[in-house]
């Protein structure tokens, strides 16, 4: 039997992240010594070691419990989810290179306009091979990361307060 505090430190996580997990049901200890100490089994440590792989695998803890409640054959359904939600990702990010590529090239031929517009910048993303569904990626990963800058950006490009405001809610709606 491991004691809190060791199995924490065994997959590199805090006390609190167990606590965490017990108190939403992920994971909780088999037992507990005299003293009250959360004792964890063989067992538990290869559920923690799954629930590791599996946040290394980006799934949120939602979909964590669900791939350790359902049957393994209907865990395929989840991973291949996450798999989607990667490639969508990967995606996103190539077209962020590509744009990045030619904001270079355009730069050596003589640099950006001084004032980059919300127009340009649309251009320059279809220019980059970005599609519609693309942008909203772009801006719902961008909100994510970065909320404030997310907001500075959007102004910097010459939108009013009101549809930054309307984008940034749209782009957090999209990430629930």
């Not at 964590?64 to 865990?75: D, F, G, H, K, M």
Request: aromatic residues 6%; contains cysteine; proline residues 2%.
């Amino acid at each position: 039997m491991h004691k809190i505090t060791a199995i924490a430190r065994q997959f590199g996580l805090s006390r609190s992240a167990l606590l965490y997990y017990d108190r939403i049901g992920l994971l909780s200890p088999s037992g507990r010594s005299e003293a009250g100490y959360r004792l964890y089994s063989a067992e538990d440590r290869d559920r923690l070691a799954t629930i590791c792989s599996l946040r290394q695998a980006g799934l949120g803890v939602k979909d964590i419990q669900r791939v350790l409640s359902l049957e393994e054959s209907a865990n395929g359904v989840v991973l291949q989810r996450r798999m989607r939600e990667l490639g969508d990702e990967i995606r996103t990010l190539q077209a962020q290179q590509r744009l990045l590529g030619k904001m270079l090239q355009l730069r050596s031929l003589g640099g950006l306009p001084a004032a980059v517009d919300k127009r340009a910048w649309i251009e320059m993303l279809r220019v980059a091979g970005m599609d519609d569904a693309a942008m909203k990626r772009w801006h719902v990963e961008f909100e994510r990361r970065a909320p404030e800058a997310h907001h500075q950006f959007l102004l910097a490009l010459g939108i009013g307060e009101e549809e930054a405001l309307l984008i940034r809610k749209q782009s957090a709606d999209r990430q629930a």
